[in-house]
């Protein structure tokens, strides 16, 4: 009896340390288990990267991101092309992400996936350009119509009500560049300011450059060029510039980026340009919110500003008719 009494002791303290060790290792994987858990992977599917703004709407987004150490973005471009935006969107949708993050080319053809997502649980927020059904999480963007219509404002007060004006259109099968069409009408009908030469630049600056070529070729007189977005303000007075007409005509475009619009004005080579807000940094915070469990409106409006004069000062939008 007394001979098994030290074996006996020395196999108890080793089971105790058996099960002690497994104690604290259980201890140990538990917060490894919850950093898993609390790590969400964000997709991003932008539609091209050929736009100065695109290029600032995902630097903007990279830099909301990096102050979250709980997310990663992923970025995806579908170089100005609906069917490989589909697809990728798709595949975004196919790898889990826990939300989707979609600046659409064109409306139509980005809506089934997106659609579909929606449907399977995965929280899309629509950024920038709407797309044809309701079925999204959250949608921001600046109201392009009441751009458009302030930018027809501004043009009607400063030919006094008349004159000979060319619109550089955006891609007509986007939402921006029919609402930014639409409020501009909007805005003039009734005056006797005349659209005399229109045309779609699909939001570039080449084709708006080509597009007033052909423009100041078929009239001797311009008084104005109203173009949906900066890079097409920039291209039509370039054009204007090698004619050598570029000082009979004003310029207005619209997104007012630092270092592209607003730098324009600056210059003096724009007359005004309207700010069009990325919403690349709300993007993240709203994805935030809903991946935290908190409520997200549906839909969030972007403030947009008017930037003209020799410092390109900002001031809120004419309001009226």
């Known amino acids: 009896m007394n001979q098994d009494f030290p074996r006996l002791r020395s196999q108890c303290c080793l089971l105790f340390a058996a099960l002690l060790c497994c104690f604290c290792s259980g201890k140990t994987q538990e917060p490894e288990q919850k950093n898993q858990k609390t790590r969400w992977k964000i997709g991003m599917s932008q539609c091209n990267l050929g736009e100065p703004w695109r290029v600032q709407m995902n630097q903007d987004i ?3 991101a990096a102050l979250h150490s709980k997310i990663e973005v992923f970025f995806k471009d579908a170089q100005n092309d609906s069917l490989r935006q589909r697809a990728q969107v798709e595949e975004f949708v196919n790898q889990g992400v826990d939300v989707l993050i979609v600046s659409p080319k064109e409306a139509v053809p980005l809506t089934p996936p997106i659609v579909e997502a929606h449907r399977k649980g995965i929280p899309v927020i629509v950024l920038d350009r709407k797309i044809a059904s309701e079925e999204y999480r959250c949608f921001i963007g600046a109201d392009n119509r009441e751009i458009g219509r302030a930018a027809g404002l501004w043009v009607r007060t400063r030919l006094n009500g008349k004159g000979r004006v060319v619109e550089l259109k955006g891609l007509m099968t986007s939402t921006p560049g029919q609402d930014r069409h639409l409020g501009f009408r909007e805005a003039i009908d009734g005056s ?4 005399i030469f229109e045309a779609d630049m699909k939001w570039l600056e080449p084709e708006a450059r080509k597009e007033m070529e052909s423009a100041l070729a078929r009239h001797k007189s311009i008084d104005l060029v109203y173009a949906h977005n900066d890079p097409a303000a920039h291209g039509a007075y370039l054009a204007a510039k090698a004619a050598g007409r570029e000082k009979e005509i004003a310029f207005v475009g619209i997104d007012a980026l630092p270092q592209e619009g607003q730098a324009y ?10 700010e069009y807000p990325t919403g690349g940094a709300e993007a993240i915070l709203m994805a935030l919110d809903i991946l935290t469990g908190k409520p997200v409106a549906k839909n969030i409006k972007l403030a947009s500003r008017v930037f003209e004069g020799k410092t390109a000062s900002a001031k809120p939008l004419p309001a009226g008719h």
């Open 62 to 64: 990279q830099k909301a």
């Open 192 to 195: 006797q300011i005349e659209v």
């Open 265 to 274: 004005v600056n210059q003096g080579l724009l007359a005004a340009s309207f």
